[in-house]
């Protein structure tokens, strides 16, 4: 616990050194949400530290630095920890809309978005056809492990709603990814059930102002 508050300060003084130095990368690729998986190849970005961060901030932080700087940012099981838009289309930065046009901001033109989220539709699939029951498995994809305060889920995705969100963010050219052809530390986007994957991923392109 020591050696990790230390590290955390450590962090913490060093960040704007950190920022200068990773802003200058090229290719510039963000893994946002890294949790406990430092992805090769990218700047690993949390708003919790943990020894795999190399930067500490949150999305709107990550806008305001590095707009229009990134080739690709990652975001594994991160974007149903944000707001659904509603019927109204929310938009603000606490939304799933506004996280997207977080990223967007992120991106040079043309720039990938990598997106992996739990996929309602299979988990219910298993659940209704009764492989599994809806605790201790499934609960946790639907609602988050709710084992710290930002591991709650607060919106819900199949492939033609997280289409339709990307659209919204000025994304278009979706196509799906495996993670098992990228090198990936092995992460939620590896995530599988009863061998049904149930982590819906895609990428998008950065297409239009948003």
């Given amino acids: 616990m020591i050696t990790d508050l ?26 946002y949400g890294c949790g406990q998986s430092a992805q090769p190849g990218h700047v690993n970005v949390d708003l919790r530290w943990t020894r795999a961060v190399d ?13 229009g700087r990134c080739a690709e940012v990652y975001v594994s099981h991160v974007l149903e920890h944000y707001r659904s838009p509603g019927k109204a289309g929310r938009n ?25 989220v739990p996929d309602f539709g299979v988990v219910a699939k ?22 710290y305060p930002q591991n709650r889920h607060l919106c819900a995705f199949d492939r033609a709603f997280l289409e339709w969100c990307l659209g919204q963010s000025g994304f278009g050219d979706f196509a799906e990814w495996d993670p098992r052809n990228m090198g990936f530390i092995h992460d939620a986007s590896f995530d599988e059930l009863e061998g049904r994957r149930t982590s819906l991923n895609l990428t998008a392109r950065k297409i239009a102002n948003a």
């Avoid at 230390?6 to 960040?15: C, E, I, P």
């Avoid at 901030?57 to 707009?67: I, K, Q």
């Fill in 55 to 67: 930067l500490l901030g949150d999305l709107e932080w990550c806008a305001r630095h590095f707009t």
């Fill in 92 to 116: 603000g930065p606490e939304t799933v809309l506004g996280a997207m046009r977080a990223i967007h901001r992120m991106l040079k033109p043309g720039g990938l978005i990598r997106v992996a």
């Fill in 6 to 31: 230390l590290m955390l300060l450590v962090h913490r003084v060093t960040r704007p050194v950190r920022l200068y130095r990773m802003r200058g990368r090229s290719p510039l690729k963000i893994n």
């Fill in 126 to 147: 298993i659940h209704a056809e009764g492989l599994l029951p809806l605790y201790p498995r499934l609960l946790g994809r639907i609602c988050g492990e709710q084992d």
